[in-house]
């Protein structure tokens, strides 16, 4: 997806956000401000959005030092989501279609980013998500959810690639990751994460907390970028890129930074968090996706 | 009130509704993204948030060429808001306390701007106002209200003030002001609107329309400030702002503009429209405000 001119204001909310978490003092904030206005002419709309978003935290490190502003909202993240581990394991056992209440699972996991973020009542969010059978199923919503394909896919896939979003979030990947296993013990599932603090996207120390490497290979995409961005990933991550059958990609930074690859055999698994978003692909906020390529 | 630093991603978003407004194409609204960047370094937090509205404009115009971008919609908003004046002077006229309906009547006013930006169900919340004897007494609310502290000025004063708003919510503020002339047949008011178009603010045109002229003599700030940025102003409006015995201010630009001004006898109507204003006079958003100095 390209940068729209409407992601612009946004840029500078990130940028407000990081550096208040960095607990700049208000000098430092419009300094940060200064400079990320200086960017946004030299910014190619050409770009994605989290092309900007690792700019915007490179400038708030260096006027601030602070190099993870979102370490402990991403320790509450995990610490939540394992809280609500058993429960939800428990329903996947219920649900008479276990695989797809994990899809269903895994991308309203988003909900804990943005309940952590919004003091939202996540408690109130995970028992409306238990309480039914499937989110998508029977429901008049015009989002797109290609499971049909999914499940196709995931069928003939050995080899799976799997992209983390935030921290917290692991531990409902998690969940659909050892349904996958449970169903076909066979395929090789790789969880990639993010090499260097961007945001309160999930790193390596992440996924082993909430114990995803029971299920999965985990490994780096090499970047700090909060999406896919191929020019900044190692070698060795695109190369099981290229040579997986089937790219889980978790999450609106990823689908953001690969919608436009053109990639085969990748699914877009998200909640829609942004009206930019939401028009691009005629969705609602809080619609949850699943798409294919 | 100073500028907020989340008052820069707001004048983005302004930048771009009015460039949009104003029928830019994509590389025009990026060269008007991109001139206001250069500007935000030079910009002092110690402006009023108006100051900058006045500079995205300017940037607009300029890049644009057009001068009113808002002319259709302040047009549908005369003709909206004069719709509802039989309806409204009728129940004027059945309240307990016609004054105090008629004050919370021009700050629901702003109702009109909202809607026409936003496609708010205008007719809707008309009804609703119609519907209540009064929107503050009775009301457990935080909310300003210095009711009293007006009442007592306005008997108290003989020229009076009445900073005008935008276009459309001039027929809420006739109807206060015919009540205030039913009243007191002796006051003399005067309603300021602003000289060049900015926004969607009143102008004198937009004054006559709606019948204002009935009921006060209409003269211009002699700015194109959304707000009152006395440096900006004519000598004559300043020589009226000095003499009258009471200032009615309306919305929040006026606030924001005069709200560190130290003048005495300046009441504030207006409806709370974001969350900066919200949070530094303690308020919630769309809350009606009757605060006085």
Redesign the interface.
Known sequence: MKTY??C???F??QA?DMARRSKAN?KK??KI??IL??K??EFS?NSSPPEMARIVQKIVKKVTGIQDPYAKIKEKSNKLALSYYPKLKKKVKKVKDPLLFSVELAIAGNIIDYGVKNDLNIEKEVDQILAQESQTIGKESKAIFNYREFKETLGNSKDILYLADNAGEVVFDRILIEEIKEIYPDKKITYAVKKRPIINDALEKDAYFCGIDKAARVISSGSDAPGTIFSLCSKSFLKLFRESNMVISKGQGNFESLSREGSRGVFFLFMVKCPVVARSIGCKIKDIILYSK
Chains 1, 2 share one sequence.
């Open positions: 001119l409407d612009i204001p946004c500078f909310k407000l208000q904030q419009k401000l200064d206005s200086l946004i002419p709309l």
